[in-house]
């Protein structure tokens, strides 16, 4: 492989995630909205995708059209709200101390990833931060990953994108970019990707590979 000279992130499900407490208000809040009835368990299929290649295909199989569901969840959803119930995987601290350009790319608005990253403590070490938008395109397109590539002035072949869905896994082959499943609730995807990890600690195994120069941790690891 390649050496590698920076490193790419999903944000939700991959570096922070929410507790169950919000997922249950704010699906409560839309059901009432669309007359539907939702569990932790939709919550859960949702925001992680769960059999599916999208969130909007989980809502499709559900019988109910993405937008109408969209359209109430954006009515409810509040940052601050947000905010106080998000928290950083304890693994993701872990990245604070890789010597290697990182980088976010994420269906998070750009105001919310900056935000939440604040409130966890993380903000610094993720630059650039790019954020789907109908110009930058949607995962599993690859054009968001390449925005960040060129941001990054490095090539697909120098970069490694870490998510936790299938849409992450195919954006980055689709942008000939080494992928990164971050699986850590043994939740199965309909894709193979380069690496699977349990823990994001792991990528110091990846990174150390090719370039062991980059890689330094809080245990003194040089």
């Known amino acids: 492989m ?41 919550a859960k299929d949702l925001w992680y995708s769960i059999g599916a290649e999208s969130r909007d295909q989980v809502i499709h199989s559900w019988g109910l059209d993405p937008d109408r569901f969209w359209t109430a969840f954006n009515r409810h959803e509040s940052l601050e709200k947000k905010i106080e119930n998000t928290y950083l995987y304890k693994d993701a601290l872990f990245l604070a101390s890789l010597k290697i350009p990182k980088g976010i790319v994420t269906h998070t608005s750009l105001e919310h990833t900056t935000r939440l990253l604040e409130h966890v403590g993380m903000r610094e070490h993720f630059d650039p931060i790019i954020a789907c938008t109908e110009e930058t395109g949607f995962k599993p397109s690859p054009l968001p990953l390449i925005y960040c590539l060129m941001e990054m002035q490095i090539k697909p072949e ?50 150390e590979a090719c370039c062991p120069e980059l890689l330094t941790t809080t245990a003194g690891r040089q």
């Open 2 to 42: 390649s050496e590698i000279k920076g490193l790419i992130f999903d944000l939700d499900g991959t570096i922070i995630d929410n507790y169950d407490r919000y997922l249950e208000h704010m699906l409560t809040c839309v059901g009432n909205d669309l007359g539907f009835c939702f569990t932790l368990g939709h």
């Open 158 to 207: 120098e970069a490694v994108y870490v998510g936790d869905t299938w849409s992450d896994m195919m954006a980055a082959r689709n942008a000939g970019i080494k992928s990164v499943y971050v699986n850590r609730f043994n939740r199965p995807i309909d894709f193979v990707p380069d690496y699977e990890i349990d823990s994001l600690e792991k990528i110091a195994g990846i990174v």
